[in-house]
């Protein structure tokens, strides 16, 4: 057994996260967003949505449906810490595809990414590195997420900093962006 299966939500977690919301409007989706927020790598693994599945009566298929298309469901372990590098056409035109280069000095990062990968966790689950299609912000381009806080007008100089930061966990210095 590898460490992520070792990480499955419990059971007993599910059980009580469905008791909490059962009947409730929006009920699948706080329950997933709970199961999610209750593993340890941030992640819906297979097994616990099977289990839900058979929990709530609701098919495997109609779940994976709704962890697919809200972004915010990741169906593969997260880092440590997540940066989020906007690809909209207004961050890239203001250099994004260059933040997204000096991220990609981390180690199989570029080979995810050139094979159409839009999430990228380093081997030692520091560090997840994704792209999204815009954050609603353009005027601020180019804008990068760290750890769920929005930075606008990113340069590469800080970006590079900002790893250099994150990788030895200093997070006091990683969050002085803007
Ligand atoms: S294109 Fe990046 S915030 Fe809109």
């Known amino acids: 057994m590898n460490a992520f299966e070792e990480s499955r939500v419990n059971t007993t977690v599910i059980d009580e996260i469905v008791s909490r919301h059962r009947g409730k409007p929006g009920e699948l989706l706080t329950v997933m967003e709970e199961i999610q927020e209750a593993s340890e790598f941030k ?43 906007c690809r909209g056409t207004a961050c890239h035109t203001k250099g994004s595809k260059i933040l997204l280069d000096d991220l990609s ?20 689950k520091q560090i997840t590195v994704k792209t999204v299609a815009c954050f609603g912000q353009c005027a601020l381009a180019p804008v990068v997420a760290v750890d769920g806080v929005i930075y606008s007008n990113v340069t590469s100089e800080q970006i590079k ?18």
């Open 43 to 85: 992640f819906l693994d297979d097994s616990s949505m099977e289990y839900l599945s058979s929990s709530v009566k609701v098919p495997l298929s109609q779940i994976y449906g709704v962890a697919t298309f809200y972004s915010f469901f990741n169906l593969k372990p997260q880092g440590k810490h997540t940066i989020i590098v």
């Open 105 to 124: 000095i981390l180690p199989g990062c570029k080979e995810a990414f050139d094979s159409g990968e839009s999430s990228f966790t380093t081997e030692d």
């Open 161 to 178: 900093k900002l790893l250099e930061n994150l990788q030895e966990d200093n997070k006091d210095e990683n969050l002085r962006l803007s």
